[in-house]
């Protein structure tokens, strides 16, 4: 399992969240996201989203586990990716 923790550059939101599936979509890992003492499951936040409260300062905590491809190095490359995603695209919206 592969954990990050980061402060969000802006607020979530629906097409965000659609954006961030995605991007989650593209590996086998399963990818949490965590705010607000609230947990969604990346292939779901576009209907959930809200739950987080996801606000620019917001702490994020993001972990992924049980990629196939092979799985240390597939969830690895899932959290950078899907980290790097989050903050690029909070950052747009702000």
Do not use: K, N
Not at 36 to 45: F, K
């Amino acid at each position: 399992m592969y954990f990050e923790e980061f402060v969000s550059a802006g607020s979530l939101t629906t097409e965000t969240a659609e954006e961030l599936a995605v991007v989650a979509g593209r590996y086998s890992s399963r990818l949490t996201i965590t705010s607000d003492g609230r947990s969604v499951h990346a292939p779901v936040l576009p209907v959930c989203w809200d739950v987080l409260r996801v606000q620019a300062g917001s702490l994020i905590a993001v972990t992924a586990e049980a990629g196939r491809c092979p799985p240390v190095d597939e969830d690895e490359r899932a959290l950078r990716d899907f980290v790097t995603s989050f903050q690029q695209l909070t950052a747009r919206r702000e």
